[in-house]
């Protein structure tokens, strides 16, 4: 299968913004796509989860700072991160699964997506 593809991530000091892509294969058409990130010194942690119907969830920790959307087409996933922080650094990929079917997004656990890219990496200066 064609691979999930990041980009955007780069450095910035904490207050800042970044907006980050991933190119979504056609293959994943009609699936649930999932930010996730992977922080030094924590677990991995999902972020933010888009199903086919535009139904949207964040965790706690990102809630009001991170929105996850998509373009027309739906073949570009976006996470924009506003006031970063430096707890934010760290890599950030992309994750697709249809483990549910039809879409659902009901985990942000990475074990319940099969497939992921290999992430864009963000870091937070202060």
């Known amino acids: 299968q064609v691979p999930l593809v990041e980009s955007g991530g780069g450095s910035a000091q904490a207050g800042g913004s970044l907006k980050l892509s991933c190119a979504v294969p056609?293959?994943?058409?009609?699936?649930?796509l999932m930010w996730f990130r992977r922080v030094p010194g924590k677990e991995r942690e999902g972020v933010a989860s888009?199903?086919?119907?535009?139904?949207?969830r964040y965790t706690d920790p990102v809630r009001g700072r991170f929105t996850i959307s998509q373009n027309n087409d739906k073949k570009i996933l976006y996470l924009q991160i506003n006031g970063l922080n430096v707890d934010d650094t760290g890599m950030y990929i992309c994750?697709?699964?249809?483990?549910w079917g039809a879409g659902r997004c009901r985990s942000f656990d990475l074990g319940d997506y099969g497939h992921w890219g290999q992430g864009t990496q963000v870091t937070v200066s202060s």
């Open positions: 888009i199903d086919p119907y535009g139904n949207i």
């Open positions: 994750a697709a699964t249809n483990r």
């Open positions: 056609v293959d994943y058409d009609g699936y649930c």
